[in-house]
């Protein structure tokens, strides 16, 4: 079956902008997370949707970042007026309950 | 703070040999494990888990080692192979806010050698 899915594969934008991420979770799937990751790093978690709640938003850096999960399948992370280090790879994975988390390619995101 | 780490970040094996990736981590409470690998471009591949009720489990070529009295976790890979080349993870949950988040170590790089 399908995996995780992750919109665009890539994404430059100039510093100040808005930027917007897509996840399409495996079918299914109850629970959403986002990660992010810098080179050379292990991932680092941001957010996590159980439905269409955000169930720990702990990971979020500021108020700049936002995610939402209006149906309880696609998720949209949302950063405003990014940042040169916003720079990363946003991974987004989804799980069935409680078992292992299933990453998808994740989004590159280049802030210039 | 608690943290993933795992003890070395590179290995080099010779191929067709068994490779074994070691990680500790420090948090007490956490009661899930995961291995990931990540090759370079994806996204991090589940290879296996473990709860913290079990000491061993096995996949295919795989085997996960979980000692909780060290706090310390292996993957053993058997008869590696140049697809094996990648960097490996070890996760855990339970390190802050909800058993859902994974803390992730920096990783192994693992190469596989002709």
């Known amino acids: 079956g399908a995996g995780v899915s992750q919109t665009p594969s890539n994404k430059v934008t100039e510093k100040g902008k808005y930027v917007e991420l897509r996840c399409d979770p495996i079918s299914g799937h109850t629970a959403l997370y986002w990660y992010r990751q810098s080179l050379g790093q292990g991932p680092e978690f941001l957010i996590y949707?159980?439905?269409?709640?955000?169930?720990?938003d702990s990971g979020l850096p500021n108020d700049r970042f936002f995610a939402v999960r209006p149906e309880g399948s696609v998720s949209t992370l949302k950063i405003q007026r990014t940042e040169r280090g916003d720079s990363a790879v946003y991974l987004c994975?989804?799980?069935?309950?409680?078992?292992?988390?299933?990453f998808g390619p994740g989004t590159r995101l280049t802030v210039l | 703070g608690e943290s993933v780490g795992l003890h070395l970040p590179t290995l080099s094996v010779q191929e067709g040999d068994n490779s074994i990736i070691n990680c500790a981590y420090s948090?007490?409470?956490?009661?899930?494990f995961i291995w990931y690998k990540q090759e370079s471009g994806k996204g991090p591949q589940f290879i296996i888990d473990?709860?913290?009720?079990?000491d061993k489990r096995q996949g295919q070529r795989v085997t996960v080692l979980l000692n909780k009295t060290v706090k310390h976790l292996s993957l053993q890979i058997a008869a590696t192979q140049p697809g094996d080349s990648a960097v490996y993870f070890c996760?855990?949950?339970?390190?802050?806010?909800?058993?859902?988040?994974?803390?992730f170590g920096s990783g192994t790089q693992l190469t596989v050698l002709p």
């Open positions: 948090n007490s409470a956490s009661d899930y």
């Open positions: 994975a989804s799980s069935l309950g409680q078992g292992g988390q299933f």
């Open positions: 949707f159980q439905g269409t709640g955000a169930a720990d």
């Open positions: 473990i709860r913290s009720n079990m």
């Open positions: 996760a855990e949950n339970g390190s802050s806010g909800s058993a859902r988040q994974l803390t």
